[in-house]
T-cell receptor, first 115, second 115 residues
Framework: QKEVEQDPGPLSVPEGAIVSLNCTYSNSAFQYFMWYRQYSRKGPELLMYTYSSGNKEDGRFTAQVDKSSKYISLFIRDSQPSDSATYLCAMSSIDVMDSSYKLIFGSGTRLLVRP | DAGVTQSPTHLIKTRGQQVTLRCSPKSGHDTVSWYQQALGQGPQFIFQYYEEEERQRGNFPDRFSGHQFPNYSSELNVNALLLGDSALYLC??????????????FGPGTRLLVL
């Protein structure tokens, strides 16, 4: 079993729809939760960063973390064709030996927003 | 504010050869991490450099090595290339002293093809 599971999609929605993207994880030590957007043949772009549980909103994007269920979500309101990309969830915890962080990624969900 | 830069953008090598990839971190960042992203997969952590030392390493063989320079830039070296090393190699930078080392910013990547 992978540490982080993410539905690969593709997820196809009409323009203006609300999009829900999700990841589950198994490691209860994770404290930092990120969402990245990756356009084809480009590097991942950091969208949202959340520490521990709770919600965080930034414009059309809302990130939710439920540590009790080991489940995180990203909601995109009023989706646009320019949102078409692969969305990667990533998680991390601090390594107590050297205070470092490594990111553990899901496999990514492909999103297509149809005009 | 210059983001993370990587060179070269593309590279074609043959099996058994050696390759060196380069990364300059985001201005003000002192920590560099390297990831390998196979097609259709999320990035996999290779290793992290801080204060010119390898601080943490993922499940990659010793053929993968790196270096960090006093100006925080970094190199990834891969020896005895295999076909399976074909991937997008991503560099990510972060600021260790900020207490949010999990917040990593990625470069555009180097796409390596091994024939």
């Amino acid at each position: 079993q992978k540490e982080v599971e993410q539905d690969p999609g593709p997820l196809s929605v009409p323009e203006g729809a609300i999009v829900s993207l999700n990841c589950t994880y198994s490691n209860s030590a994770f404290q930092y939760f990120m969402w990245y957007r990756q356009y084809s043949r480009k590097g991942p772009e950091l969208l949202m960063y959340t520490y521990s549980s709770g919600n965080k909103e930034d414009g059309r994007f809302t990130a939710q973390v439920d540590k009790s269920s080991k489940y995180i979500s990203l909601f995109i309101r009023d989706s646009q064709p320019s949102d078409s990309a692969t969305y990667l969830c990533a998680m991390s915890s601090i390594d107590v030996m050297d205070s470092s962080y490594k990111l553990i990624f899901g496999s990514g969900t492909r999103l297509l927003v149809r005009p | 504010d210059a983001g993370v830069t990587q060179s070269p953008t593309h590279l074609i090598k043959t099996r058994g050869q050696q390759v060196t990839l380069r990364c300059s971190p985001k201005s003000g960042h002192d920590t560099v991490s390297w990831y390998q992203q196979a097609l259709g997969q999320g990035p996999q952590f290779i290793f992290q450099y801080y204060e010119e030392e390898e601080r943490q390493r993922g499940n990659f063989p010793d053929r993968f090595s790196g270096h960090q320079f006093p100006n925080y830039s970094s190199e990834l070296n891969v020896n005895a290339l295999l076909l399976g090393d074909s991937a997008l190699y991503l560099c990510a930078s972060s600021l260790d002293s900020s207490g949010s080392g999990a917040t990593q910013y990625f470069g555009p990547g180097t796409r390596l093809l091994v024939l």
